[in-house]
Antibody, heavy 119, light 111 residues
């Protein structure tokens, strides 16, 4: 059974940084594209970033480009999202999700971790 | 303002059929990119409902079906049940934005 478990969320001040993790199990992690999708309180889903299976090409939404960095450690089956220069607009639940290939559908999702940016 | 446009809400009585539209443009749905649908029950993570415009993952009832035509796609739910009350999102790829895009979501209320 595929399992994705996010962690690392919390309260951070504007301008601060946070690193999210997503522990994966139940599938060959290194063979799949992984992604982060966020959902602001009471709002819809927003794709944030994606990374290929080997950690090579990475992709970002314009809203986070230059501030967020996606990475992965295939030896530990873990996906990361380093978030810098955070603002209130980044407040959201962050989901990690598995894709079959880049720009395909998200076939498995984690439960999400809440990031709150506030002073 | 979402790249893919969905109605904010739809409703129907138990047993009825409802449809949820997802309207895009020539840089996403109209360019031939697949549309996928997700169901998000209250306070839970989204769940894949339809992939590749018309395909159901294992375990999704055949009451759920998807279609696509031109720059739009639709999700149909027949034999509406109380447990179908949720938010529904469409998703595709947009070549202008070079990324995945979602619709704004549709809240389904079962009367």
């Amino acid at each position: 059974e595929v399992q994705l478990v996010e962690s690392g969320g919390g309260l951070v001040q504007p301008g601060g940084s946070l690193r999210l993790s997503c522990a994966a199990s139940g599938f060959s992690f290194g063979n799949y594209v992984m992604s982060w999708v966020r959902q602001a309180p009471g709002k819809g889903l927003e794709w944030v970033s994606a990374i290929s299976g080997g950690g090579g090409p990475t992709y970002y939404a314009d809203s986070v480009k230059g501030r967020f960095t996606i990475s992965r450690d295939n030896s530990k089956n873990t996906l990361f999202l380093q978030m810098n220069t955070l603002s209130a607009e980044d407040t959201a639940v962050y989901f990690c999700a598995k894709l079959l290939f880049v720009w395909s559908f998200f076939d498995n999702w984690g439960q999400g971790t809440l990031v709150t940016v506030s002073s | 303002q979402s790249v893919l446009t969905q109605p904010s809400s739809v409703s129907g009585a138990p047993g009825q059929r409802v449809t949820i539209s997802c309207t895009g443009s020539r840089s996403n749905i109209g360019a031939g990119y697949d549309v996928h649908w997700y169901q998000q029950l209250p306070r839970t993570a989204p769940k894949l409902l339809i992939f590749g415009n018309t395909n159901r993952p294992s375990g999704v009832p055949d009451r759920f079906s998807g279609s696509k035509s031109g720059t739009s796609a639709s999700l149909a739910i027949t034999g509406l049940q109380a447990e179908d009350e949720a938010d529904y999102y469409c998703q595709s790829y947009d070549s202008s934005l070079s990324g995945s895009v979602f619709g704004g979501g549709t809240k389904l209320t079962v009367l």
